[in-house]
Each structure stands twice: as structure tokens, then as C-alpha cells.
């Protein structure tokens, strides 16, 4: 067969296909095939191009290395196409799936309000959004954008800021009420800390003492793996925790926390990023759209 009689980007389409839904068979029915025509189909894919794309088993499916590159490649080609069918018609507004990935506080308490605001801005695009402040692979996550907090590493993703965040130490007033308010780093160790369940930049909480910082200890009967759970768990008086003041915002203002040790606080700040991959200066115009969007409407403060 020759290159001209082979439909290269129906190929990619399928191939994708069967990437983004798991297997051959609930890709078939989204393309209103036979799992079987699916099966055919990449297995003609993987002869033409001489390696393995995906390696399969009675359950599961995964992509091999060559699968990954050929995948991302895929993705990269298809939103091409798409964006110069759309361009040689009448001006339409971006379109397309974006999969965004961002922790639990910034999701919670900046992205959500907005999110109504930036569907009804650009009616193609559909989010994908997922919560969690595990740091996640991008590339093997198939993840467009993912917001973060705390300094970038070296890496070859690219990133857009999204603002800077005091970090406030807070507590229920009926936990303060029963176990006193702590006056100072040492009075603080004496207290339920409660922590993150993974390992931060900051391992412990700073405090001025004079004109020294010291490192209080985190340590408690809780450990939780993001931070609007802490939040929860100090508004319920189970201990003291130290957030991001964007988190707590509204709790203050309501007296369901109250700052701890304030005069102490060293002021530092906790950076925030829009992170995303921009391979080959690639970016396709609905990932622009939200960079531009979050850069100006989700920022912290």
C-alpha cells in the first residue's frame, strides 16, 4: 500500500481514540465501529510504522515509549488540522478537551467560581478538570494544563505565574478555647499540628523570634494529602494548620479561624504557576485561551 492510499490522520484519530478511552472496544463505540475494525486497524498502524504502540493485556492497555511520542505527536497534528479547517472558514473561537489538573485549594476556591464565567466565554471547549496536589507527569497523564504552588524545577515545561500567597497559621477558636492559644514557637509544639501527607519545600512552619526565623516541627495525629482537607479538619477544631491565605480567606472573615501566632508570621510568600508543555512552541489556541484566562482572572492574592 502505498503512502498516498493510507489515511494517516483517520490512523491518528483512532489511534487517539483508543489512547483516551481505555480500549479497543469503548473506542469503537465513540467512532461507530467494531471493536474488531478498531483491533485491525492499529495493528495495520503498527506494521506501517515497524514498532509496538500499545501494549495490551486481558485488562489493561498501556502505551509503550514509541506509543507516548507517537500519541503526544498525534495530538499535536490532529489540533493542527483542526485549527486550519476552522480558519479557513468563517473566524470561530477555539474549540476542543482540556484537561487541566490543579490542587484542591486553588480548584475549590479560585478556579470553580470561574470556571461558569470561561465556558460561557468560549462554548467549544470542554475541561476536564481534576483535583489533587500530587505532582503529576504531564506527559503520562495526557494533561494540558496543571496549576501549582511552591518554586518551579528545572524541567523542560513551560510555565505562566499566577500570583503569590502569605501562608497563615490558623485555628479553630473552640480548639484554642480547649487547649489554650500558643504565644510562642515553643508554646506552638505543644499543640496538635496538623500536616501534609507528602513532602513540602518547607518541612516545617517558620517563625520570627526576635530577629532570628526558627522552624517549628509539624507534628500531630492528622496528616491529610491536600489542603482545602485541612481546612476542613481546623474549621472542625481538630488542630492548628498552616494554609495559604486565599484558602482561609472567607473562614476569617466569619470567624470559623482565627490567626495564630500573626506577629510571628515571617511574611513568606508561596508562588502559584500555571504550568503546561509548549513543545516545539506548539500550543494549541484553547490551551492559550485559558493561560490567558487564569494569568488575568485566577490569580492569588
Known amino acids: 500500500m502505498s503512502r498516498n492510499e493510507v489515511n494517516r490522520f483517520g490512523e491518528m484519530d483512532v489511534f487517539v481514540r483508543v489512547v483516551d478511552m481505555g480500549g479497543f472496544s469503548a473506542a469503537a463505540r465513540t467512532l461507530r465501529m467494531t471493536p474488531s475494525a ?3 486497524l492499529m495493528a495495520r498502524l503498527e506494521t506501517r ?3 509496538r504502540l500499545l501494549s495490551r493485556s486481558t485488562r489493561t492497555l498501556q502505551l509503550t515509549p514509541e506509543g507516548t511520542a507517537f500519541y503526544e505527536s498525534s495530538l499535536r497534528i490532529l489540533a493542527d ?4 479547517e476552522r480558519g479557513a472558514g468563517a473566524a470561530e473561537q477555539p474549540a476542543g478537551r482540556i484537561r487541566l489538573n490543579t490542587s484542591a485549594s486553588y480548584g475549590t476556591h479560585i478556579l470553580t467560581p470561574l470556571l461558569p464565567e470561561f465556558l460561557a466565554l468560549y462554548p467549544g471547549i470542554s475541561l476536564n478538570v481534576v483535583q489533587t496536589d500530587a505532582i503529576v507527569d504531564l506527559y ?3 494533561t494540558d494544563v496543571a496549576v501549582r504552588a511552591g518554586p518551579l524545577k528545572n524541567s523542560s515545561l513551560l510555565a505562566r505565574k499566577l500570583g503569590a500567597t502569605r501562608m497563615v497559621i490558623v485555628a479553630a477558636p473552640a480548639y484554642l478555647e480547649r487547649h489554650g492559644t ?3 514557637a515553643a508554646e506552638l509544639e505543644a499543640h496538635n499540628r496538623l500536616n501534609f501527607c507528602y513532602r513540602r519545600t518547607v518541612e516545617g512552619w517558620p517563625l520570627k523570634e526576635g ?3 526558627v522552624s517549628v516541627p509539624v507534628a500531630g495525629n492528622l496528616q491529610a494529602s491536600d489542603g482545602e482537607a485541612l481546612r476542613q479538619l481546623a474549621v472542625a477544631g481538630v ?3 498552616r494554609l495559604a491565605a486565599f484558602t482561609v480567606r472567607d473562614d476569617l472573615a466569619a470567624g470559623r479561624l482565627v490567626p495564630v501566632l500573626e506577629a510571628q508570621n515571617p511574611g513568606d510568600l508561596e508562588d502559584f504557576h500555571a504550568v503546561f508543555s509548549g513543545q516545539g512552541g506548539y500550543l494549541p489556541a484553547r490551551v492559550r485561551v485559558l493561560l490567558d484566562f487564569l494569568a488575568e482572572r485566577g490569580r492569588v492574592g
Not at 81 to 84: G, S, V
Request: charged share 25%; hydrophobic share 35%; no cysteine.
Open 211 to 213: 530577629n532570628k526565623l
Open 81 to 84: 488540522l483542526e485549527e486550519a
Open 38 to 40: 478498531v483491533s485491525k
Open 140 to 142: 503520562a497523564e495526557r
Open 182 to 184: 500558643p504565644a510562642s
Open 239 to 241: 488542630g492548628i494548620t
Open 49 to 51: 510504522l515497524g514498532t
